[in-house]
């Protein structure tokens, strides 16, 4: 792969000649989905490899990274091709479908080169470290028909359905408020979340969960009243942050992000008649048991829920939508809009936030 550092790249065009991809009369897919895995990340072999291997509806096919040694690595236990690059991979007429996990200031492009190879696209969270990229990998999504989505796990586990219903049944009453954490412990120092130009920081790592748990309980068209970030002298790194968001019917949010404490992972909606909280909330391991706590004045009641596979569901839940025809459904387009949104929110966080210098903590 090529240089990784943070490059204003636009999304490729066709050329006369090239191979055009996918489009939407193409034969549809019916059988499990045939994925190429862009990038060598921590995530991608301890969890979505292996995550992907035992998936009935995906069928994992190739892996390449910056280097064809480690990719072979990676790829070596599950009994796959390993790509002599990026380029290559993409290409593949086998692959329906491009998983990438590079670092993020990186995604927009390869994102984009696979869409224009007319693969379908699962990309780790966060989608693009902006706003404006976010869009243009949107619209190029759109043109194709093909399915974009940014790999947000918690999304697919059904604890969150658990509390829209109660939402939705008015059992916490009219909804005033919404709080949310995603906090881990320091890092190694070599991580490259702590490289600016390799989009790295608290607020694109773990502060975009609590952001996108924000418009996945209130909706769309959050604004951003305030925020303030924990920042490194040297280069103005975000190590954690808070941000005050409002929604259009004027519920009050409270989020919560950094890479400075003990781990925490939770949200908490709060009516005028009972609050619940969700613990464990973004990253619950496959084997975990949620407990949904209910508190109304003078009752307290647990609810106990069977444990999920959050991200065996996502890969499914990305399977079936390009099984069922590509990206053209209104499903779909929730998704797209949902990434764009979020990014708009990082973009109005950034404009408005206070910075902190965190002396003597480097």
Same mark, same amino acid.
């Given at each position: 792969m090529p240089d990784q550092r943070a490059s204003q790249v636009q999304p490729p065009t066709e050329r006369a000649g090239q191979n055009p991809g996918r489009r939407l009369e193409d034969a549809p897919i019916t059988g499990?989905?045939?994925?190429?895995?862009?990038?060598?990340?921590?995530?991608?072999?301890r969890r979505v490899l292996p995550a992907m291997a035992a998936n009935e509806d995906v069928d994992l096919v190739s892996v390449a990274g910056r280097s064809h040694a480690k990719a072979q690595s990676f790829a070596h236990p599950f009994g796959v091709s390993a790509d002599a690059d990026a380029e290559a991979?993409?290409?593949?007429?086998?692959?329906?479908?491009?998983?990438?996990?590079?670092?993020?200031a990186t995604h927009p492009e390869w994102a984009a080169?696979? %869409?224009?190879?007319?693969?379908?696209?699962?990309? *780790?969270?966060?989608?693009?470290?902006?706003?404006?990229?976010? @869009?243009? %990998?949107?619209?190029?999504?759109?043109?194709?028909g093909l399915v974009l989505r940014e790999n947000f796990m918690f999304l697919h586990h059904p604890q969150h359905d658990t509390v829209r219903d109660m939402v939705a049944s008015g059992r916490l009453g009219h909804l005033r408020g919404f709080s949310s954490s995603f906090c881990i412990p320091p890092l190694p120092a070599s991580d490259i979340r702590y490289v600016p130009e390799l989009g790295g920081g608290a607020l694109l790592d773990v502060g975009v969960y609590p952001l996108r748990a924000a418009l996945s309980m209130l909706g769309p068209g959050l604004g951003v009243a305030g925020a303030a970030l924990r920042v490194r002298p040297s280069?103005?790194?975000?190590?954690?942050? *808070?941000?005050?968001?409002?929604?259009?019917?004027?519920?009050?949010a409270s989020l919560t992000f950094g890479f400075e404490h003990?781990?925490?992972?939770?949200?908490?909606l709060w009516g005028s008649r009972a609050r619940v909280t969700v613990d464990r909330a973004f990253t619950p391991p496959a084997s975990y048991q949620p407990s949904v706590v209910l508190e109304e004045q003078d009752h307290?009641?647990?609810?106990?829920?069977?444990?999920?596979? @959050?991200?065996?569901?996502?890969?499914?839940?990305? /399977?079936? /939508?390009?099984?069922?025809?590509?990206?053209?459904?209104?499903? *779909?387009?929730?998704?797209?809009?949902?990434a764009v949104a979020t990014m708009e929110l990082v973009d109005a966080i950034r404009e408005r936030a206070v910075h902190v210098s965190v002396q003597g903590e480097e």
């Open positions: 499990p989905v045939r994925f190429g895995v862009l990038g060598t990340s921590s995530i991608a072999r991979l993409i290409a593949r007429p086998d692959i329906d479908a491009v998983y990438i996990s590079t670092p993020t080169r696979a %869409l224009v190879a007319g693969k379908h696209v699962l990309v *780790e969270k966060p989608i693009a470290t902006t706003a404006d990229e976010a @869009q243009k %990998l949107v619209r190029l999504a759109e043109a194709r280069d103005g790194l975000d190590l954690s942050g *808070e941000a005050l968001v409002y929604s259009p019917s004027g519920v009050l003990a781990y925490g992972s939770r949200y908490a307290e009641e647990t609810f106990r829920l069977p444990a999920a596979d @959050q991200l065996a569901c996502c890969l499914s839940s990305f /399977a079936a /939508a390009v099984r069922a025809g590509g990206g053209a459904s209104p499903e *779909e387009a929730t998704w797209r809009a949902g």
